[in-house]
């Protein structure tokens, strides 16, 4: 059984802060993130905004591109790392897109990573799990969790959401080529927003002995990164990746038109070009308005690129995920 790419839709909040917006509470300035980055202004949750709206939003339009009612959905798959509900965010998706079949529903998180692997997932469903209509999508907030005081994180990170239909399809149809995947938990201390230790509490019994219970309630740490360990494992990791995804689909690198990573710095983006041999004319980039919105990166970009023309049917794409965990993976895909 084939799956194909046929519908794709994208949603960022309306608060738009650019770099020198930045500089006005961190010492920082527009040259040193534009260089250092690409980056030169991200979309950030304000007021009223949250995530499963945008996520909502997202989908319904890659639903109406693909021309599919959301009755018809198999599954869908919410890759974030941020959702508005420690159990998961998916079902709620799912209600308020109005899907009366109660279709699965469930959360991926894998960071940066995510959406690639919620791609990989839905092609796995439609394969050997009879799903047709799988939608995937990636939305993070990362502004909540990061350290608005810290200038090495808080310059990077952007809220969005982006959706991707996946349908089953003939094998002639098929629209995904080969894929490798990896994770690496020991490289979680370059880049984690981990649980903040409980501290000790004094619940005493009756005898006046410490119980040692109830735990105090937990929350997460703000983005902890060394950007220079995530800039090495990036650039090492990501061509090794895709080189791997092209052997396994039996395609060499000239064949890609459009080289599509996930959005973390465009110096990253530029060296996988490089290595990959591949001319900038056929790399998309959108950080440079959006930064790393983790999960949404590459759906968001993808629908920029399919909607402006940029991206025309039966190319061929390699898209690569890499972030926390450490996490990355990569995927050849025919749009
Ligand atoms: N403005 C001005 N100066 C700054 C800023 C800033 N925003 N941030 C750091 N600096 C200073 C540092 O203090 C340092 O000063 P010093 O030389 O006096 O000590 C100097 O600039 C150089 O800092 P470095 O951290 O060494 O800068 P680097 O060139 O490594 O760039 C960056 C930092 C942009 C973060 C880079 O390392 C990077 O992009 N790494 C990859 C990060 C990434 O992609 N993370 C997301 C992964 S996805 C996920 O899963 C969430």
Redo the contacts with the bound molecule.
Sequence with gaps: KGCKLVGCGSAVPTLQISNDDLSKI????DE??SV??GIRRRRVLSGGDNLTTLAVQAARKALDMAKVDPEDLDLILMCTSTPEDLFGSAPQIQKQLGCKTNPLSYDITA??SGFVLGLISAACHIRGGGFNNVLVIGADA?SRYVDWTD??TC???GDAAGAILVQACNSEEDGLFGFDLHSDGSGQRH?NAAIKEKESNNALDSNGSVLGFPPKQSSYSC?Q?N??E??RF?VRCVPQSIESALEKAGLPASSIDWLLL?Q??Q??IDAVATRLELPSERVISNLANYG?T?AASIPLALDEAVRSGKVKAGQTIATAG???GLTWGSAILRW
Excluded: E, Q
């Design positions: 961190v010492d920082t300035n040193w993130i250092r980055t960071a940066c990362l200038r090495g310059i990077l990170f880049l983005i990164m950007g220079k995530v800039f990036a996930h973390a710095n110096r990253i790393n983790s890499f972030g926390a």
